[in-house]
């Protein structure tokens, strides 16, 4: 399952989001608003604001069963 697919299956859950380097990575609490293959907006829950970050700055998402790892 791709990065795009997993973030649309979440159907507005919460999901844990981390982004960045395998060297400095940020983990956010967030709702996503929309994927595409070149950016993900979500809603960031700790911040109380919507954030848009490139897609292929995602390593990991996990809502539930649902889990996506950057190989």
Do not use: E, H
């Not at 060297?23 to 960031?44: E, G, H, M, P, R």
């Amino acid at each position: 399952m791709s990065l795009t697919d997993t973030l649309n299956n979440t159907a507005g859950r919460f999901t844990t989001l981390v982004v960045g380097s395998k060297k400095d990575n940020t983990t956010f609490c967030a709702q996503i608003l929309s994927a595409s293959n070149k950016t993900v907006s979500f809603y960031d829950v700790n911040a109380d604001a919507d954030r848009r970050v490139p897609a292929n700055k995602i390593l990991s998402v996990k809502s539930g069963k649902v889990k996506y790892n950057r190989a």
